[in-house]
């Protein structure tokens, strides 16, 4: 397998379909028709109908310490959103598969669901042996009380649910060998994956193995287990033959975990100076019907991050993950950073029009000259030389002109606890393992970077491994901005291990010594604490007479640490850009009152098109960051910093407060037609 740009353009790639073995069977999942229901009648000869586990927390944001409704691998009595397995069948071809799963009949008793989270708050609970539809609930901060500020302004946000939708949907293939499973899985955690399966199986991770394919995207849909591959894992076990699962388009949309679906009320104490007194905060989770993992623990990884990079004295949250009848909520690009800073950045606009004074002016007065630790706890760098460097680096207009949008905002990388690398020479080569391992952001072009710099090993004789719990015994996964960071870190730890190792023994080291032995080194290289940084976007747009968006142009200007690949970096921004755009502008997954989902498609899904009329200007800051090799976060910073700078240039194009995303241009029509209010920005 290849995972690097080179060998998969020469068609050297080796993805979920390109596996072949022979005996091979084809899975189809049985899925539920009802958002909420009784299961009457299930034909008792589906593969997984004995399957009796619940899914452990597993992936990103893995909830440790969070208690509630797991999700079975299969449904027994009651199914809690469309599109939950209920079985599978096997067939020798997919499309004997399809036909058998056309035929079987399943009979159902409907129960009213809960789809939304005002429902949820006020409905009986979806499950039993749970006093209300609250999955988990978080206080952060101290209670402001009266303040007597003299301005407060609060409203409401809503932040859709969207899907992931990468260009690859989610896979794997299962075999079960002398009493060894392997699955090959196209994912962003092989560990991940690993622990649970093995825990839901009852099997020793020992037994165990997981193998990451070349993987065609993820953005935080692939880094947890699902049902399916319990469903695959128990099929191969029960067969003895390899059995391969790849859901369809419209499976995505209706079964891989979601992301977003957050609603926030924020209020603001602030003085006629613009300066921010203090924040109060309620944010509510549209979670889905079980806890998995992230759903349980982003209410308040959201409301730890609600003061953005401001130095704002005092704050409160009350931050709330809710049953709903929908598939269970997880990871997508950003995951709870994009909500947190949608809600702050909101309010300082909104705080801006309240005085009359410049959106950049207002963020400068809440900035900080020396490192801060919030209220809510999120440490932050000094803001306001950040803040200054940004507004000249993208030539920001002082005032802010109709139709832009400014954007300050701080990056969480998912650090802790750290990640694992093994460094092996064998035969005059260097193999590498990373446990934060690629899924299209070209992390072997980093890790070549770091090999040459710390042992001088040329990249011809470097071989980069792909994610295998064979090679690699533990490591992390690839979210969170954590990659170059967790896994970086790891690589140079390992890396003068080797090179300690090989002075001792040989009395000193050069790459000849390196290569004419046999090495093998393995570390996990800890991490804790906080390094944040901070972003800036500045986005220009139009708005025609029709409500169409033109974005005319997207700055940035992005604390990277010491940059390893700047044409990778470049691109992730760009790309990142391209989605921050979609969902700020039309991507949504949508239910109606039954919970049915009506985003059956790409098309239906608004994803936002991959178009050259979209100029990305980016600038790279270069303060590295104190772990080596000082690389800093990069991947979710323009889903986080994007969105709020661009709903700002359409709000102030228009004339009238948005609160809401997607902001859909049936709204943005008709906003155009009617012309600003008054209390609007102008």
Sequence with gaps: MTTEPVGLLRGKGQFLDDLRFPGLLHMKVLRSIHARAHLLRVPSSLVGRDLHAVLPSSGEGAAAGLTGVGEPAVAQDLVNYVGQPIGAVLAPTLAEAEDMAASVEVEYDPLPPVVTVEQALSAPPIHSGVSSNVMTEFTLGEPIG???????????????????????????????????????????????????????????????????????????????????????????????????????????????????????????????????????????????????????????FIGYQLTGPYGIPRAFVHARSLYTNKVPLGPYRGAGRPEAAFLVERMMDRLADELGLDPVEVRRRNTTEVPTLSPLGLQLPPSRPFLEEAVKALSCPSPLPRGAGFCLFVLVPALAPGEGARIRVKDGKLEVGVGSHNHGQAHGAWTERLLTEELGVPPDRIVIHTADTDFLGRGIGSWGSRSAMAGGAAVVAAARRLRREVEERTGGFDVDRLLAGTWDVTVFEPQSGQVNSLGANLVLTSVDSLGRVTVEEVLAYYDLGRVLVPKAAESQVIGGTLQAIGETLSEEVVYDAAGQVLTGSLADAGLFPASPGTPVRVKFHGAPSPIPPGTKGVGESPTVGVPPALVRALETSLGHRITDLPARGPRLLAWKRRGPVASNPS
């Design 146 to 300: 009266d303040l007597n500020a003299p301005v407060v302004l609060e409203d409401r946000f809503q932040i859709a649910r969207v899907a992931a939708n990468p260009l690859e949907t989610r896979g794997a293939l299962a075999l079960f060998e002398g009493g060894r499973l392997t699955l090959y899985a196209s994912t962003q955690s092989v560990f991940s994956v690993r622990g649970a399966l093995s825990q839901v199986l009852g099997m020793s991770p020992e037994s165990v193995r997981v193998v990451q394919t070349d993987t065609g995207g993820a953005f935080g849909s692939k880094g947890s287990l699902y049902p399916e591959y319990v469903l695959l894992a128990h099929a191969a076990m029960r067969t003895g033959q390899p059995v391969k699962w790849s859901e369809t388009r419209r499976e995505h949309l209706t079964s891989s975990r979601h992301g977003r679906g957050t609603e926030g009320h924020v209020r603001l104490h602030a003085g006629r100076d613009g300066r921010v007194l203090a924040l109060e905060g309620e944010v509510l989770v549209d979670a889905g019907a079980y806890l998995c993992g992230l759903n349980g623990s982003t209410p308040r």
